[in-house]
């Protein structure tokens, strides 16, 4: 018998505390922490926090390590496209907020919460240093999911608080990122391809077949969830990895896990795809059109962060949400915005792939993680990127963070590289 979800709750400020600890050798630690802090929702579940505004002070503090190491990045990251694309797609979201239609509408609905994913990216920028920083990134990344997938998929295994929809029950957590059922599916697939590789970066036999639970926990959790867009996300990922590499198409534990999963649940995956339909699809796509109306009527920089629904509601009639990524980031943060979005978005993905193409590999070797590390990423983005075309997640941390680790990737890549030349 699995343990309920809210017996876990205690894991979270003692995770959190141990994060911090491990920050005293290690700085990636301090951010991830924060992270953990803030998805979580340690101060939901434990008011005490508030009340001492432990997430302000942990947040300021955080701020100034990023300022003080700032001011000595190395050269190559300074000049590197990732990072300077990045810095004009912050002058495009400031500039965007400059016009917002409401300042403090923008800010309780974007503004707060990008400037903590802006904290945990910028962090994840100055404090990782070498491989072993990359991973403490990447396996509290899939912790922090692990932990959070929980809940919903306790729920879907023994069938308890579902939440009912026409089409049947959905079963998503409480509250945060994983509280509807599209998020959670879209963040399912986000983890997936990271998970799936995430075996290959360790030795110890033991470790490698427990690194298998945080796959088989996602892929269960995205089928609880109801999504269609999920069931979408998880047949374009396959494709990726059979054109990407076909190799890891052939590995056993690969078969078995997601063989498995389907032979259990391939009956409720299929009524999920039966319900997809075209008008669905129009809908979102329509409000991608909606998104540039509000730019050709003279909203420049956009109708500012988190701004689209009041937008909406002026301009056609009704409030609602963009559910399409790509109309959400040019309504709310105009041309700027989505020009410097799409050239951060294009040096990403071609580091990642330069990398993966660059860094040759053997599916029995874990030496090679940066070959698995960077295809993972690189399809969790493409994953991301099409069933955004259902879902706004424009503001997520998943793009900023995964830039980040794209650079460092490419970092140690050139450096690998340097060190062969010259032996």
Same mark, same amino acid.
């Given at each position: 018998?699995?343990?309920?979800?809210?017996?876990?709750?205690?894991?979270?400020?003692?995770?959190?505390?141990?994060?911090?600890?491990?920050?005293?050798?290690?700085?990636?630690?301090?951010?991830?922490?924060?992270?953990?802090?803030?998805?979580?929702?340690?101060?939901?579940?434990?008011?005490?926090?508030?009340?001492?505004?432990?997430?302000?002070?942990?947040?300021?503090?955080?701020?100034?390590?990023?300022? *003080?190491?700032?001011?000595?990045?190395?050269?190559?990251?300074?000049?590197?496209?990732?990072?300077?694309?990045?810095?004009?797609?912050?002058?495009?979201?400031?500039?965007?907020?400059?016009?917002?239609?409401?300042?403090?509408?923008?800010?309780?609905?974007?503004?707060?919460?990008?400037?903590?994913?802006?904290?945990?990216?910028?962090?994840?920028?100055?404090?990782?240093?070498?491989?072993?920083?990359?991973?403490?990134?990447?396996?509290? !990344?899939?912790?922090?999911?692990?932990?959070?997938?929980?809940?919903?998929?306790?729920?879907?295994?023994?069938?308890?608080?579902?939440?009912?929809?026409?089409?049947?029950? +959905?079963? +998503?957590?409480?509250?945060?990122?994983?509280?509807?059922?599209?998020? *959670?599916?879209?963040?399912?697939?986000?983890?997936?391809?990271?998970?799936?590789?995430?075996?290959? *970066?360790?030795?110890?036999?033991?470790?490698?077949?427990?690194?298998?639970?945080?796959?088989?926990?996602?892929?269960?959790?995205?089928?609880?969830?109801?999504?269609?867009?999920?069931?979408?996300?998880?047949?374009?990922?396959?494709?990726?990895?059979?054109?990407?590499?076909?190799?890891?198409?052939?590995?056993?534990?690969?078969?078995?896990?997601?063989?498995?999963?389907?032979?259990?649940?391939?009956?409720?995956?299929?009524?999920?795809?039966?319900?997809? @339909?075209?008008?669905?699809?129009?809908?979102?796509?329509?409000? *991608?059109?909606?998104?540039?109306?509000?730019?050709?009527?003279?909203?420049?920089?956009? +109708?500012?962060?988190?701004?689209?629904?009041?937008?909406?509601?002026?301009?056609?009639?009704?409030?609602?949400?963009?559910?399409?990524?790509?109309?959400?980031?040019?309504?709310?943060?105009?041309?700027?915005?989505? !020009?410097?979005?799409?050239?951060?978005?294009? @040096?990403?993905?071609?580091?990642?792939?330069?990398?993966?193409?660059?860094?040759?590999?053997?599916?029995?070797?874990?030496?090679?993680?940066?070959?698995?590390?960077?295809?993972?990423?690189?399809?969790?983005?493409?994953?991301?990127?099409?069933?955004?075309?259902?879902?706004?997640?424009?503001?997520?941390? @998943?793009?900023?963070?995964?830039?980040?680790?794209?650079?460092?990737?490419?970092?140690?890549?050139?450096?690998?590289?340097?060190?062969?030349?010259?032996?």
């Amino acid at each position: 018998m699995l343990p309920h979800p809210d017996s876990l709750r205690i894991l979270g400020p003692i995770v959190c505390f141990i994060y911090i600890l491990l920050g005293m050798k290690r700085s990636a630690f301090l951010f991830m922490g924060f992270m953990i802090f803030y998805y979580w929702k340690v101060s939901y579940h434990f008011p005490i926090f508030i009340s001492i505004k432990a997430q302000l002070i942990y947040g300021c503090i955080l701020l100034i390590i990023i300022i *003080l190491k700032l001011t000595s990045l190395d050269q190559d990251i300074k000049t590197h496209p990732i990072f300077r694309t990045f810095l004009y797609f912050l002058i495009a979201y400031s500039l965007s907020f400059l016009f917002a239609w409401d300042y403090l509408f923008s800010w309780e609905n974007s503004v707060y919460h990008f400037l903590i994913v802006l904290i945990i990216a910028m962090g994840v920028l100055v404090s990782v240093k070498d491989e072993a920083d990359i991973k403490i990134v990447i396996f509290s !990344i899939v912790f922090m999911y692990l932990y959070l997938a929980y809940e919903p998929m306790y729920r879907f295994l023994f069938k308890t608080s579902g939440n009912v929809h026409l089409y049947g029950d +959905v079963f +998503v957590a409480d509250l945060g990122i994983l509280s509807g059922h599209v998020s *959670l599916a879209n963040n399912m697939n986000q983890m997936i391809p990271i998970a799936i590789f995430l075996p290959f *970066l360790i030795d110890n036999k033991i470790f490698k077949i427990v690194s298998i639970i945080p796959l088989l926990v996602f892929l269960i959790t995205l089928i609880g969830s109801n999504s269609r867009g999920g069931v979408v996300g998880l047949l374009f990922l396959f494709l990726c990895l059979i054109f990407f590499s076909s190799k890891i198409t052939s590995s056993k534990w690969i078969f078995v896990v997601i063989g498995g999963v389907f032979l259990v649940f391939g009956g409720l995956l299929m009524d999920t795809f039966s319900r997809i @339909n075209p008008d669905s699809a129009e809908g979102r796509l329509i409000r *991608l059109v909606h998104g540039i109306e509000m730019v050709r009527k003279g909203n420049f920089f956009g +109708v500012g962060p988190g701004c689209y629904i009041l937008a909406s509601g002026k301009y056609f009639g009704h409030r609602m949400m963009s559910h399409n990524m790509y109309g959400q980031l040019v309504g709310d943060l105009g041309v700027p915005g989505a !020009i410097t979005w799409f050239i951060f978005m294009y @040096n990403v993905l071609r580091s990642l792939n330069e990398s993966r193409k660059n860094i040759k590999y053997d599916l029995n070797d874990s030496k090679y993680c940066y070959h698995y590390l960077a295809l993972g990423l690189m399809l969790s983005l493409l994953v991301r990127m099409l069933i955004g075309l259902g879902a706004h997640s424009l503001y997520f941390f @998943n793009w900023y963070v995964f830039g980040m680790l794209a650079l460092h990737i490419s970092r140690q890549n050139m450096a690998e590289k340097q060190i062969i030349m010259k032996r």
